[in-house]
């Protein structure tokens, strides 16, 4: 059992950059892959990046690569996505996800979920 919580969304201009956190609860954070989703008003849930348990494997959505780092810090037990470049296409809500098994690219692959985190990117 995880919980988790994310932060730091908010609004910016078009090329800007934002730090959204996910913070997760219990000591057994570091047997957990993380991701992270995004859902935009009337669209599905997409996926957006995903680290292994100690952060030595990344995979990126094609719409974010060069653009979006995840990472992670097991000690602190968070997973952090360092958004740059940041386009107006990337307003959403942010999740954080987690599970005790890869979840691959789809959200049906991960078992609990933070609330989410409103991320605005104006023209």
């Known amino acids: 059992q995880v919980q988790l919580v994310e932060s730091g969304g908010g609004l910016v201009q078009a090329g800007g950059s934002l730090r959204l956190s996910c913070a997760a609860s219990?000591?057994?954070?570091?047997?957990?892959?993380t991701g992270w989703f995004r859902q935009a008003p009337g669209k599905e849930r997409e996926f957006v990046a995903t680290?292994?348990?100690?952060?030595?494997?990344?995979d990126y959505a094609d719409s974010v690569k060069g653009r979006f780092t995840i990472s992670r810090d097991n000690a602190k037990n968070t997973v952090s996505l360092q958004m740059n470049s940041l386009k107006p296409e990337d307003t959403a809500v942010y999740y954080c996800?987690?599970?005790?098994?890869?979840?691959?690219?789809?959200?049906?692959?991960?078992?609990?979920w933070g609330q989410g985190t409103q991320v605005t990117v104006t023209v």
């Open positions: 219990g000591r057994t954070f570091s047997r957990y892959f």
């Open positions: 996800a987690a599970d005790l098994n890869y979840g691959d690219f789809v959200p049906n692959g991960y078992a609990y």
């Open positions: 680290i292994s348990r100690t952060g030595g494997i990344r």
